[in-house]
């Protein structure tokens, strides 16, 4: 079983940043992308942003471009710089991995994260 750890949420005004961080303690997941969904209170879980093993791919989502920024750290670690948060950013951020698969469909993620809180207070 993989364990996907997040850690980094927390609140902060509009227009301010917070960095995720996401690991697979114990584990090396080779091949494997990972990234990132929310889901705010009362709405679907979206697709937020993924980076491929290498990290020489990066898939976001419309709502994250020129914003956040996801990256590799060791090879089965992820990050994202969250900058110009907005209200609508609040949401339970879930990492997520999966071999190679680089798309927005969640139901290609077979690991997940428990999920951390952000909340951009405006």
């Known amino acids: 079983q993989v364990q996907l750890v997040e850690s980094g949420g927390g609140s902060v005004q509009a227009g301010g940043s917070l960095s995720l961080s996401c690991a697979a303690p114990?584990?090396?997941?080779?091949?494997?992308?990972m990234g990132w969904f929310r889901q705010a209170p009362g709405k679907e879980r979206e697709f937020v942003a993924v980076v491929s093993w290498s990290g020489s791919n990066t898939n976001y989502a419309y709502s994250a471009k020129g914003r956040f920024t996801i990256s590799r750290g060791a090879k089965n670690t992820v990050h994202l710089q969250m900058d110009s948060l907005k209200p609508e950013d609040t949401a339970v951020y879930y990492c997520?991995?999966?071999?190679?698969?680089?798309?927005?469909?969640?139901?290609?993620?077979?690991?997940w994260g428990q999920g951390t809180q952000v909340t951009v207070s405006s």
């Open positions: 997520v991995a999966a071999s190679t698969y680089i798309g927005s469909n969640s139901t290609k993620y077979p690991y």
């Open positions: 114990g584990r090396t997941l080779p091949s494997h992308a």
